[in-house]
């Protein structure tokens, strides 16, 4: 058995779900009378769903008592697992797969590091559930991201050092996870947001085997 941890984000890293995200807030801040965009969207990546609400109901300046904040938080997670109820296998991300078989064939242990409290049935929907020997997500955790709490608690459960332990992310705030962790932080996305990564890739097309032969050598 390896020394080594493989540790994958799981929105924006295994699934495009930032766009059903997506589609959730906006249709509660069009219900609440203001616009949501694209561009704010980006804030809402890596972060809790109820961080997510605050900044949402900052940027409409909309005030709540928490029994409101309270109503919103689940009117938007069942409109958001409306949108992933029918997600199925053509939903993972480029070459994911073809990873997560290579850690596998090497016998590296496999852990998903998700703020998402949806983490579990959005794998088993695209049957990538049993790649994974540990699953630490937003029901495990009490300090979001850029807390390195899930990366932390992942290792641990795999029963890796977090220095021997390998992080997936696509956002700002999980790859400052990955590094207040003390882990090789590796970014999939753009340069120019995740340059505090230790690697940078624009998605999984992009990385050969042997690079990640090179990290399990280290
Ligand atoms: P939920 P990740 C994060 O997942 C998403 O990037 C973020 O946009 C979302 O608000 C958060 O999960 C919570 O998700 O509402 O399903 O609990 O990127 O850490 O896998
Ligand atoms: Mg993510």
Redesign the pocket.
Known sequence: MSNKGFIF?????IVD??KY?FLAWKKLANQLGFEFTKEENEL??????KR?LEILLDIGKIEASQEQFDIWMVE??VD?LHYIENMDESEILPDVPKVLQFLKDNNIPIALG??????RPILEKVKLLHYFDAIVD?NNVTKA?PDPEVFLLAAKQLGVDAKDCVVFE??VA?IEAANAANMISIGIGERNILNEADYIFSDFTEMENDFIQELLNR
């Open positions: 984000d799981l929105d924006g890293v779900t930032a995200h809402f990546k890596g972060v809790s769903r997510c938007k997670n958001y998700s703020a998402s409290k949806n983490a937003g991201k696509d956002a999980g």
